[in-house]
Nanobody
Framework: QVQLVESGGGLVQPGGSLRLSCAAS????????FNWYRRAPGKGREFVGS???????IYADSEKGRFTISRDNANSTVYLQMDSLEPADTAVYFC?????WGQGTQVTVST
């Protein structure tokens, strides 16, 4: 069964960038699709984007043009590059594959 571990969160100023990583265990990484979600304070879980085995991607409308998902099959890692960050992007970000979730990583956008 796949296990997921996110990293890369932290405090960043508005307009800044962060790159989140999702390290996955398991031998079927290259055949799996991965999703990023986030949960802002006091809000429900929100879809951020997905990457598919052939590296095609889809994004939520609010992230289009600012966020980029990529994958490194050799290192079994999925990335979420976040640019032009806004305070509204403050949330815990989760990596997901099928019914497996990581523990989440906190992103705080603030001055």
């Amino acid at each position: 069964q796949v296990q997921l571990v996110e990293s890369g969160g932290g405090l960043v100023q508005p307009g800044g960038s962060l790159r989140l990583s999702c390290a996955a265990s398991g031998s079927t990484f290259r055949f799996a699709a991965f999703n990023w979600y986030r949960r802002a304070p006091g809000k429900g879980r929100e879809f951020v984007g997905s990457i598919f085995p052939a590296s095609s991607t889809i994004y939520a409308d609010s992230e289009k043009g600012r966020f980029t998902i990529s994958r490194d099959n050799a290192n079994s890692t999925v990335y979420l590059q976040m640019d032009s960050l806004e305070p509204a992007d403050t949330a815990v970000y989760f990596c997901n594959c099928r019914d497996t979730w990581g523990q989440g990583t906190q992103v705080t956008v603030s001055t």
